[in-house]
């Protein structure tokens, strides 16, 4: 798998997820897109969108990510619906991507997380 991979970086996290060096919860994946429950789910639902590609933050992102960046937003509503999330509207998730210090992101590999199911939540 990680020969088709442009841009791994063996020190990140999430590379190592991609590469099966660590071990995750798969909810989905295809030759560009990597999907995987969070390890501290902060919703009943809670579950990250990554590209394979080592994209350090949204603040990387160049026109050439357009298609990829799409297909992560067609995909989160899909996924969300198969991993439980209840139907729009009194139903739906939160889609959120934290970037940079101020940002809170803590993983610097492009990410996004997908959360939902009945409140109360843990946070947000
Ligand atoms: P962020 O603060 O947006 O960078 O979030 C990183 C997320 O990655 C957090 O919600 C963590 O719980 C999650 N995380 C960290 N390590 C793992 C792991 N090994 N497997 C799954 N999720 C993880
Ligand atoms: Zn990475």
Request: with cysteine; glycine share 10%.
């Amino acid at each position: 798998m990680i020969e088709h991979v442009v841009g791994h970086d063996p020190d990140c996290l999430f590379c190592k997820i991609v590469a099966g060096k660590i071990p995750s919860k798969l909810v989905y994946q295809d030759d560009e897109l990597y999907a995987f429950h969070d390890i501290k789910p902060w919703a009943p639902v809670h579950f990250l969108i990554i590209p394979k590609m080592h994209i350090p933050s949204m603040a990387h992102l160049q026109a050439e990510h357009a298609a990829l960046m799409g297909r992560m937003m067609v995909l989160a509503p899909q996924l969300a619906m198969e991993q439980g999330c209840n139907a729009y509207p009194a139903g739906g998730f939160r889609v959120l991507a934290n970037t940079g210090d101020e940002g809170g992101q803590e993983v610097h590999h492009l990410h996004v997380h997908v959360m939902g199911g009945p409140r109360p939540w843990l946070k947000g």
